[in-house]
């Protein structure tokens, strides 16, 4: 028998180390050629990593959520014949005689023990009708907290009662009222939760985006009632045969559409180079929410897409990233990022720009309101954009005439089908 050791695989893209995010074996098991041996995350998305040969697992490289550079140990496999590495050393063991004489000349000594606090004088209960002694405040409080004196034990000099008598009191008879009830018991403990894989690459591109990006938000409310009369419409007469659509690719045209006139929007600025690129393809990032954390799949090409094409990609896109098949490539190279919560879109929010992008547009949800049109009342859908812009590519005038702009296609939709 023999020892192979798998080494971490070099992923491409000038990758240079990865987040083990998950063991998919332990010491001890036998495994078969292809078999997934770990999760690793790099900047973009999470990789599989495949046995290339049969064995029994020795060892692990490492512990979740700790990184490992391209061609570091990643698993040690006993193998039939005499595989590709010599066995590793046994861990040297310090001899108990040894450790027995350090210890006993190099004795390990603990801060020495804090004093006991002195205890505090026991409350007194008064004798049946005796006066219970409390100064006119601590008497006024008891009246407003609707507490009977005579039942309150005191102790301060000569039982008298104080403040912290009477919290005391309170606190008890809250916990004697509820003796017995699980909704009120009193809960002791902590859970330490590692923050590893998506979630920490999350949180460190959500700090750079905050570090680096001088963010502004712009919010402007919409109505949407004739965009969605239209939206049933086009669903009732093509929905069985092209699929259905949400607004969400209706607001990707009326993007597409606005970009045209405000080409800087489309744009995604380097940091270190100082420099904006403007893009003429409308790749939108489409933030979805995914049990591991917040995704951005990408809509290539917006701008070539009609609303069923676009609806059909962000429906594949958001089931790959909800099962973790997403690619690489489908998790980058957005140039405008699109987020929305759908129904608990809220009234207003400041979405945070999908670094190195320059503009995101948030959704927030579609309410009934009365609004006056023509002298009279009526009720109307409305719906606010939030977006975000940076404030080193985009002046305030722009954004607000970009949003605009896409206000103005929404609100009369037929103009996002006439060229």
């Given amino acids: 028998m023999g020892q192979h050791v798998i080494k971490m695989p070099d992923l491409g893209e000038g990758i240079a180390e990865v987040e083990v995010v998950a063991w998919r ?24 990593i495949p046995s290339p040969v049969h064995g029994t697992v020795i060892s692990l490289g490492g512990k979740v959520g700790e990184s490992l550079a391209v061609g570091a140990e990643l698993i040690r496999l006993e193998v039939e014949g005499a595989g590709n590495a010599k066995a590793a050393p046994p861990p040297a063991d310090e001899p108990a005689e040894a450790a027995a004489s350090v210890a006993q000349a190099a004795p390990v000594v603990g801060p020495p023990p804090r004093p006991a606090p002195a205890p505090a ?46 919290d005391t009191y309170v606190a008890g008879r809250g ?22 894989g998506l979630r920490r690459k ?59 006139k405000f080409p800087d929007v489309n744009a995604r600025y380097d940091d270190q180079a100082n420099v904006v690129t403007r893009y003429q393809p409308v790749h939108i990032g489409i933030a979805t929410q995914t049990d591991a954390g917040l995704m951005v799949p990408v809509v290539r090409h917006a701008e070539a897409r009609d ?14 990233a909800r099962h973790g098949k997403a690619a690489r490539d489908e998790l980058s190279g957005s140039t405008i990022t699109i987020t929305s919560l759908g129904a608990l879109g809220g009234i207003v929010s400041t979405p945070v720009i999908n670094h190195p992008e320059v503009a995101i547009v948030g959704v927030n949800r579609i309410v009934d309101r009365p609004v006056i049109r023509n ?45």
Avoid: C
């Fill in 375 to 419: 002298g009279g009342m009526v009720a109307r859908k409305l719906m606010n954009l939030s977006s975000s812009f940076d404030h080193r590519v985009i002046d305030g005038m722009v954004a607000a005439e970009f949003i605009q702009t896409v206000r103005s296609y929404l609100e009369a939709p037929a103009t996002l089908f006439v060229e």
């Fill in 25 to 48: 074996v332990q010491p001890g098991d036998a495994i078969v050629e292809d078999q997934i041996l770990a999760d690793v995350m790099t900047d973009k998305a999470t990789v599989e």
């Fill in 202 to 260: 999350i949180a460190e591109k959500m700090q750079l985006a905050k570090r680096q990006i001088p963010h502004f938000t712009y919010v402007e409310e919409v109505d949407v009632t004739e965009l969605e009369a239209l939206r049933g419409q086009l669903n009732a007469r093509y929905g069985e045969e092209r699929g259905k659509i949400t607004l969400l690719p209706l607001l990707m045209r009326a993007v597409v559409l606005a970009i045209r």
């Fill in 121 to 166: 004088p026991a409350p007194t209960l008064r004798a049946a009708g005796e006066k219970p002694l409390a100064a006119p405040a601590v008497r006024k409080r008891a009246w407003d907290l609707g507490i009977e004196l005579q039942y309150v034990a005191g102790s301060g000099p000569a039982g008298r009662i104080t403040h912290a008598d009477l």
């Fill in 307 to 320: 609303p069923w094409s676009s609806a059909a990609e962000i429906a594949r896109l958001a089931d790959a």
């Fill in 175 to 196: 916990r004697a009222a509820h003796a017995g009830d699980a909704r009120y018991a009193e809960l002791e403990g902590e859970e330490a939760i590692p923050v590893i």
